[in-house]
């Protein structure tokens, strides 16, 4: 590190220790399929690395411009990344009524339309999915895998919250694995996949961390990425505390035995939060839950009478932005309105995080039942 102080950005980005260490923990996390360390690239977070990447494949001199696939619900971020590397956000929905699958009809339908308007080149997959909370099956990816070969599509896998599926029945696999377990085309693809100090075990979203991986990708494209200037990397603490991750003390170690005991109280934490959800919830008339598997949230549909419609349309106001300030106004209690993300047209949903403490969870759910009743007789 030569940066001088701790608060610095360290310049020797291209030392391989870091790199290293990440190339092996990506191999422990995927069975052993291999990963060379000049195939990782640091950077400081997601945020500022999806933009770059994607300019990547902007032809700024073609007759169209390039069109970026981003999932609908899905973080605002993708589609904000898509318009500042000059690219066309293109939305494509994902199935609720398969728990938020990837449906590759949906996918092939919003690559159709768009051909009129854009050239459309990237795939981009949230995997587990935020905030719908879904965590993809082998057989969803490997029919993902297979459309991107069909329609030549670069694959971005957002897999920051991998370290938080949180149901046994449904592990994490990352397309990389998936690919190296012999889904068919795979070879043909090329992927770039994301992961984040601030989504990880440790949740230290402050210190702006994380690494991509390039999988299949040419090596010509892979020089941007060696530049200091072309992309921010992590300041000395955020690397400091992203090589703790990657390379945590043996098995049997104090530290090691903690780190394992916070992690299975975060899954342990998470799926009861996702389970009272549902429970809850799914009791209320006019409210839906589809079961979370990963991620940090949950996404519950919620019915709003006619008359809050035509209420939220008086006042130039998404109906479930309309229920959320109302929800303020009344609890006090501020949830992340749907349209936020995207969901389908003519649907209403809410962004509820499962990283509340079990307590404040059931006071939420409670006063979240009681004013849907109220505010469905009130309209």
């Not at 696939?69 to 939305?91: M, Q, T």
């Not at 008339?285 to 209420?311: E, K, M, N, S, V």
């Amino acid at each position: 590190m030569d940066a001088g102080n701790i608060g610095g950005y360290n310049h020797e980005h291209r030392a391989p220790g870091v790199p290293t260490r990440v190339a092996r923990f990506l191999e422990r996390r995927d069975g052993g399929v291999p990963c060379h360390p000049r195939n990782t690239v640091l950077c400081s977070g997601t945020a500022s690395i999806l933009p770059f990447v994607a300019s990547l494949v902007v032809d700024e001199a073609a007759a169209q411009p390039t069109g970026m696939l981003v999932p609908v619900p899905g973080p605002p971020l993708h589609r904000a990344a898509a318009g500042l590397a000059g690219a066309v956000a293109v939305p494509y929905l994902l199935a609720e009524e398969r728990g938020w699958a990837v449906a590759s009809g949906a996918v092939r339908r919003a690559v159709g339309r768009a051909r009129a308007r854009c050239h459309p080149k990237v795939l981009c997959v949230i995997n587990p999915g935020d905030p719908t909370g879904h965590v993809l099956s082998r057989q969803n990816m490997e029919d993902i895998i297979q459309l991107a070969a069909k329609e030549n599509l670069l694959l971005l896998a957002d897999e920051v919250q991998q370290e938080r599926a949180f149901l046994p029945g449904h592990p994490f696999l990352s397309f990389k694995r998936v690919w190296e377990m012999g889904a068919p085309l795979a070879s043909t693809i090329q992927l770039v996949s994301f992961y984040s100090l601030s989504k990880s075990i440790a949740g230290e979203s402050g210190f702006r961390a994380g690494f991509l991986e390039l999988v299949n990708v040419e090596e010509g494209v892979t020089l941007p990425f060696q530049l200091a200037q072309s992309i921010p990397r992590p300041c000395v603490l955020g690397r400091i505390l992203l090589d703790l991750l990657m390379d945590p003390p043996d098995e049997g170690d104090p530290i090691q035995q903690a780190l394992e005991e916070h992690r299975q109280g975060l899954h342990h934490d998470l799926a009861h939060n996702a389970r009272r959800v549902q429970e809850v919830l799914g009791r209320v008339p006019g409210i839906r839950c589809r079961p979370a598997q990963g991620g940090a949230r949950a996404f519950p549909r919620i019915q709003l009478p006619p008359r809050a419609l035509r209420r939220a349309q008086a006042l130039g106001l998404e109906p479930d932005v309309f229920f959320r300030q109302k929800l303020r106004e009344a609890t006090g209690i501020a949830l992340a309105a749907g349209s936020q993300f995207g969901q389908p047209e003519g649907t209403h949903h809410l962004g509820l995080s499962l990283l509340l403490p079990a307590k404040t969870l059931e006071w939420v759910l409670l006063a979240l039942t009681r004013f849907h009743t109220a505010f469905l007789r009130d309209f």
